[in-house]
């Protein structure tokens, strides 16, 4: 199993671009969850999701969407980039345990 | 609101036990969760505590008292590759949120020779 995967590793942006971050998972998993980690912060959450076809907000929502339209995968758009969303972004699953997986992260840099 | 502390920083020498402290103040409590999380890497889950008491893993022991809102990870005999960050995390008691997970921010163990 590759667990979770995020897709890009890496990513610099122009102020006002738009791109999509591909979070996926092998793991059946139902919940599904994006985070943001800036120095000093911690996570914070932005988007997540109970099932397949649904997304909520999280704590740190504006300028971002979601969609899950797979069970497997959880996309984060932006579609205009701004330089307050250069962070680390973090992908993660569970099912009805406890523990959440983590993906490997992609750093973003909006100049 | 949601609020979770924990120290930003220690450091301790090889060989040695450390504690780091956690305490926590939520609407609700459905679980403590600790992870750790190396430089450059994702966070990878190392205990989870949701009665009272110690949950004991090999090195890493994890304590919760429900009522004093405080939890504590304990590593013993220190090795080099525990140079981390060593997040607490509180799961969101909210049914809509699924499991999500609120973390504090983090503290940056630094193990030295």
Redesign the interface.
């Known amino acids: 199993n590759a667990g979770v995967t995020q897709t890009p590793k890496f990513r610099v942006l122009k102020t006002g671009q738009s791109m999509t971050l591909l979070c996926a998972q092998d793991m059946n998993h139902e919940y599904m969850y994006w985070y943001r980690q800036d120095p000093g912060m911690g996570l914070r959450l932005i988007h997540y999701s109970v099932g397949e076809g649904t997304t909520a907000k999280g704590e740190v929502p504006d300028g971002y969407n979601v969609s899950r339209l797979k069970k497997q995968n959880f996309l984060l758009g932006l579609e205009s980039a701004a330089p307050s969303q250069t962070s680390v972004y973090f992908c993660a699953s569970t099912s009805f345990d406890y523990e959440q997986y983590f993906g490997p992260g992609t750093r973003l840099t909006v100049t | 609101g949601q609020n979770i502390d924990q120290p930003t920083e220690m450091t301790a020498t090889e060989g040695a036990i450390v504690q780091i402290n956690c305490t926590y103040q939520t609407s609700g409590f459905n679980?403590l969760?600790w992870y750790q999380q190396h430089a450059g890497?994702?966070?990878?889950?190392l205990s989870?505590n949701?009665l009272d008491g110690l949950e004991e893993k090999g090195r890493f022991s994890s304590f919760l008292s429900r009522s004093k809102g405080y939890s504590y990870l304990l590593l013993k005999e220190l090795q080099m590759k525990d140079s981390a960050s060593y997040?607490c995390?509180v799961?969101d008691p909210g049914e809509?949120?699924?499991?999500?997970?609120?973390?504090?921010?983090?503290t940056t163990l630094s193990v030295s020779s």
């Open positions: 679980g969760f890497e994702a966070p990878t889950f989870y949701v997040l995390a799961r809509q949120a699924g499991t999500a997970l609120i973390f504090g921010k983090g």
